[in-house]
């Protein structure tokens, strides 16, 4: 690979985790405005159920 396809490589990969940085602000932002922000609320009472489960 040449060093321009790298730098290219490099320039791309970059932009998409900066894109996917803004995508996760956005998210939360939204999240808590709607304030849902609690995901342990919604996490515990599956694990609560897995772990009640009998085999």
Not at 3 to 31: H, M, P, R, Y
């Amino acid at each position: 690979m040449s060093n321009k396809q790298k730098k290219q490589t490099s320039l791309w990969v970059a932009i998409g985790a900066i894109f996917l940085i803004i995508l996760l602000i956005i998210w939360l932002t939204v999240a808590d405005l709607a304030g849902d922000t609690d995901v342990a609320a919604f996490v515990a009472p599956v694990f609560n159920t897995v772990g009640n489960l009998r085999i």
